[in-house]
């Protein structure tokens, strides 16, 4: 036996062997997959799965990347590949409902007219007319279609999300129906102040180009069947026939976005004047925030001193720190749910505070959040404010922190368990509600986020910060599908090599102070000179004296001196990260397959010790 499998017919035989197998695994087992990332990046989620096998007709994506022309860029061919994978994974999952068209976009080829007519974005390389094509565009039975003009690089963690987006709304090609009651002028009218038309805000005018918008009435009894995403924003005038009204449709499976508010600067009602400032411009919810596991108080603002945004106060004046308004941060957003994966800079005014409930069934998710150094004051405190550093003083932050958006999600109860009057109580109770709650409803004015300009008689938004996304992407998220909605922000495919670009900062750190010190004794010798030069006979400033020559020479060698620090910094560098990459030579070159072979060499003493044994 032994002589049969070193012979050369073994060989052949043991070569066979291993073929037949490779064939009969692709056969038998076609859908195996091991998936060894540390966030899971190919593995596609349990919603994207319920979406692809849900499809009624089939959809055919079309992705186009440049092969040729990004031959020299690796970082964004890695992430192609990755988009790839992930198509081809979605591809299979659809058991032939999806069809995938990979597409090399060649200069003046029709395939890149064809990504031209998609609405593709192409980024230019070089001067000759070469372009870049990144891009997916789908369409379905009804020639309908949809885009990705672009897969940027630092949305990587949103692909998942983006695909399954994409295939949803191909899948269901209809607008969502939004049902909005707002206590504000979203859409223009006559501004009470000035006695002017004004004009719709911005964020309203996008959400009308994405979805279709019923305007509800705020006495409302029963909200409509047709409604995918219910919007409340600054509901302060809801009777109680539309507060159960709006638990019973939670209860039934809608979705809900509500901006709620302690303190809606931009409420210009009657009512808001005649009660002062402050009072009458609060929102609430009543019961319900209770019954779904949230404390809140319509009477508390979050101040944050490091969160704090810088205003103006006029002509001639310094600017001022306005404590209750805030610049939002990423490090302040949750990175993991799709509605603020994408966002980079949001700022709330006067916003109020949402806390979890001890005990509560739901799930309470924040989105959005202060830093430890706030504290709340009473909403009263801005009545008639003229100074906004007034807040700053005796401010003396709680080091708690506190929410102004969060998703709530989980097991709910009805919050009003004996009905009410002349209503029947149709739910009492579900196994999970989709709700989005935000402490804030100055955040969707124009002036907190967009400015908008006037280009010969169009408004031309030109935003600064992005609330209307916030607005966009929560009504995108709730309007699609549960399968949609439990889609989570991934991690990012690429990883940094995290001990070099800390050896690379130390090593700036040390470099930078030397450079630093060199610009300073450059400076005081300089003035040294002039100093010495003070007196002299202009016609004689070429003559130096013994004092100045030293002063010279000490500066060179000083010069030279720091010079040399500064080699031997980079060399340093360059040392600590050679070894590094040495090191790692090592073990992947000589230690991984020294293991190796140790293992295969204590597995064959053991299996030969145990046939002795025998």
């Known amino acids: 036996m032994k002589r049969l499998m070193y012979s050369g017919t073994g060989l052949l035989v043991l070569l066979l062997a291993f073929i037949a197998f490779n064939m009969a695994s692709g056969v038998l087992l076609p859908g195996a997959r091991l998936d060894l990332t540390e966030q899971k990046l190919f593995t596609i989620s349990d919603g994207t799965r319920d979406i692809l096998e849900e499809l009624d007709e089939p959809i055919t994506l079309y992705f186009f990347f440049s092969d040729r022309a990004s031959k020299d860029m690796v970082v964004l061919r890695n992430y192609a590949r990755r988009v790839e994978e992930m198509l081809r994974e979605y591809e299979r999952v659809a058991d032939g409902k999806l069809k995938l068209q990979i597409i090399d976009p060649q200069p003046f080829s029709e395939a890149e007219d064809r990504a031209a007519e998609f609405g593709l974005q192409a980024v230019p390389l070089t001067q000759t007319g070469e372009q870049l094509y990144f891009g997916l565009a789908g369409t379905n039975e009804l020639a309908q279609q949809e885009i990705i003009p672009f897969f940027a690089l630092e949305q990587e963690g949103l692909l998942e999300y983006e695909l399954s987006r994409l295939i949803n709304s191909l899948a269901n090609p209809e ?35 994405m ?6 009435e705020a006495d ?3 909200i409509p069947e047709d409604i995918d995403v219910l919007l409340l ?13 709006i638990d019973q449709f939670v209860l039934g499976g809608g979705k809900l976005l509500a901006f709620i508010d302690p303190l809606a600067e931009s409420d210009q009602s009657m009512e808001a004047m005649m009660e002062g400032m402050a009072d009458g411009k609060a929102s609430d919810l009543g019961p319900l925030l209770a019954a779904w596991g949230v404390n809140y108080n319509p009477e508390q603002v979050v101040l944050d001193s490091r969160l704090g945004m810088s205003v103006s106060r006029g002509q001639g004046q310094l600017p001022a720190r306005h404590i209750g308004w805030l610049e939002v941060e990423p490090a302040f957003m949750s990175r993991e749910d799709i509605v603020t994966a994408p966002l980079q800079l949001l700022t709330v005014a006067t916003a109020g505070a949402l806390q979890p409930q001890e005990g509560a069934s739901t799930q309470f998710l924040p989105l959005l959040s202060s830093s430890p150094h706030s504290a709340l004051a009473p909403s009263s405190r801005f009545s008639r404010m003229q100074d906004p550093e007034i807040l700053l003083t005796g401010f003396k932050a709680d080091d708690q ?21 002349g209503r029947e109580l149709e739910l009492s109770e579900t196994d999970n509600i ?4 935000v402490a804030d409803t100055d955040l969707l004015t124009d002036r907190m986020w967009v400015q908008v300009q006037d280009f010969f008689g169009q408004r031309v938004p030109q935003p600064w910060a992005d609330n209307g996304g916030l607005l966009i992407n929560a009504l995108d998220n709730l309007s699609g599908s549960e399968a949609l909605i439990s889609v989570r922000s991934r991690g990012d495919f690429s990883r940094p090599f995290t001990v070099v670009e800390d050896l690379q900062r130390k090593a700036e750190r040390r470099y930078r102070a030397s450079e630093q010190r060199l610009q300073q004794q450059l400076e005081q010798t300089e003035q040294r000179l002039r100093e010495l030069q003070q007196g002299q006979d202009p016609t004689q400033l070429t003559e130096l004296n013994a004092e100045q020559e030293q002063a010279i020479q000490r500066f060179l060698d000083e010069k030279l001196a720091i010079r040399k620090q500064l080699r031997d910094v980079r060399y340093e560098l360059n040392a600590d990260i050679e070894r590094l990459g040495n090191l790692l030579k090592v073990i992947n070159i000589a230690l991984v397959p020294a293991l190796l072979t140790l293992g295969v060499l204590l597995w064959w003493l053991i299996g030969r010790a145990r046939r002795r044994a025998v």
């Open 175 to 209: 607008k969502p129906q939004i049902g909005l009651i707002s206590g504000l002028p979203m859409g223009g009218g006559m501004n009470p102040m000035t006695g002017q038309p004004a004009a719709p805000w911005v964020a309203f005018e996008q959400m009308q180009q």
């Open 434 to 437: 989709n709700v989005l709650l």
């Open 233 to 245: 924003v600054h509901p302060k005038a809801l009777s109680e026939a539309a507060l159960f009204a």
């Open 220 to 222: 409302i009894d029963t």
């Open 401 to 421: 922190i506190y929410h102004f958006a969060a998703r709530l999600q989980g097991p709910a109860r009805t919050a009003y368990p004996d009905g009410l009057e």
């Open 211 to 216: 979805f279709e918008v019923q305007q509800l």
